[in-house]
């Protein structure tokens, strides 16, 4: 079967009616970034399925404009922690924390690809506004001091969860004395040495206590949450998606730009101050220790994704990819391989993930390196071609791990083999 065919299978075996799970089992609910990918998926054969995806992804928007990281649809009994361990009050009920926000960004480009201009223009014109209650959410709520980058609360807030850039910052989360007791349902679908470790599990749960106590309110968050930190996914997600935002704005005259323009002059400038002359990389930044977390990962090279690195940059970033594939096959490896937290099997610690190897790609085409691009393109095509479309690949034996036929890695063959650099 060609991959594009099989990858249309897994979209319609994965949805669930008007809404993508990114593999059975694993993760059977909806989740927020994956959505996102989803529908890129689905545009390339069903565009009015590719809109339905956001129409039930902002089903789960909160009042305040907080978009939550899953939608907990319906119940199913094969995931940890589910709707009762999060405690919102939400109908239908959500988790309690958001994740990498590519909607808008999203939305502008399947605008621009739409077949059905009709359709398209109506559907991105109804999600308008409640993407901007959740970027204003974002500034309001998560960046109120306004220094340009928003505080995050949790490693899965990142979509990285167990980078080996949170490992400083999460170990200093304090185990809840009085957290209660839990069944994983994750190892129990995978292989454990592809999974976090039991003392981050823990911690990552101590962390739903803090924000229940707080009632999620997010500048308590602020104060009281012992996990505070830039990540490079979220701001350079943010970034772009702002931009995006100020694009949709303009072309349906709902004159939001000069309000989006002041977010962005912000972001532009503090984005650009987590980079790092010596590593030739960007860098997250813990706001608990105030310093930078110098561990080069795939997120190192977003800027150029969100477009706020100057010529020069950017070349160092090129200089920078070629160091890291002169120690693996496949490109981008979630970590940098030469660090000693590399771990080429183990999740966000190493493993190539399609999704991330998009968004770098984006970047290095949209600052004239196609050849950088293409590699990453290739890379990607050829993990799908011998191991299926796994959740996450081994950066040198391309071996497939973590879930199978995953939702995002094959909706990534489908729109990015088709219409390669078209954005
Ligand atoms: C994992 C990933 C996250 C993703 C989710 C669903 O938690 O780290 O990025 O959104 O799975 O696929």
Redesign the pocket.
């Known amino acids: 079967m060609s991959l594009e065919r099989e990858a249309i299978r897994i979209l319609r075996a994965n949805d669930r009616g008007g809404f993508t799970i990114?593999t059975a089992g694993l993760?059977p609910f909806q989740?927020l970034?994956?959505a996102g990918f989803s529908a890129l998926g689905w545009m390339k054969f069903d565009e009015a399925r590719a809109w339905q995806e956001f129409e039930r992804l902002f089903e789960g928007q909160w009042a305040n404009g907080m978009l939550p990281h899953i939608v907990f649809h319906r119940p199913e009994a094969t995931y940890f922690p589910g709707p009762d361990r999060w405690g919102t009050r939400h109908t239908p009920p959500t988790s309690g924390i958001t994740?990498p926000p590519v909607v808008a960004s999203f939305v502008r480009m399947m605008l621009e690809q739409a077949e059905d201009q009709t359709l398209a223009q109506t559907k991105a014109r109804a999600l308008y506004p409640k993407i901007l209650a959740y970027h204003r959410w974002f500034k309001r709520e998560r960046d109120p001091a306004n220094t340009g980058l928003t505080n995050t609360f949790h490693p899965?807030e990142t979509?990285?969860?167990n980078s080996p850039a949170w490992d400083e910052a999460l170990a200093r989360v304090p185990v809840d004395p009085t957290l209660p007791p839990y069944t994983r349902r994750d190892t129990s679908h995978v292989d454990p040495s592809q999974r976090p470790h039991q003392a981050e599990y823990d911690r990552y749960l101590s962390l739903l206590e803090v924000y229940k106590r707080c009632d999620y309110d997010q500048l308590r968050l602020h104060r009281e949450c012992p996990f505070r930190v830039v990540s490079l996914i979220i701001d350079c997600v943010l970034h772009r998606a702002n931009r995006d935002l100020a694009w949709l704005s303009a072309r349906f005259g709902f004159g939001d730009e000069a309000e989006i323009a002041g977010w962005l002059e912000a972001s532009q400038g503090a984005i650009e101050a987590l980079w790092d002359e010596e590593a030739g990389l960007y860098y997250n930044y813990d706001r608990v220790q105030d310093a930078p977390i110098r561990v080069g990962t795939s997120a190192s090279f977003l800027p150029l994704y969100a477009g706020t690195s100057s010529p020069p940059r950017a070349e160092r970033l090129v200089r920078t990819l070629e160091s890291w594939a002169e120690q693996v096959r496949y490109l981008v490896p979630s970590t940098d391989p030469g660090h000693p937290s590399y771990e080429p099997q183990r999740y966000?610690r190493g493993p190539v993930w399609a999704i991330m190897n998009y968004l770098i790609a984006q970047g290095f085409a949209e600052y004239g390196y196609p050849e950088a691009a293409e590699r990453i393109h290739q890379d990607t095509l050829k993990l799908a071609e011998l191991s299926g479309f796994s959740e996450y690949y081994h950066p040198t034996t391309g071996a497939g791990l973590g879930g199978g036929e995953f939702s995002w890695t094959a909706a990534m063959a489908l729109w990015w083999e088709v219409s390669p650099w078209a954005h």
């Open positions: 990114p993760y989740w970034w994956d994740q899965w979509g990285a969860d966000w």
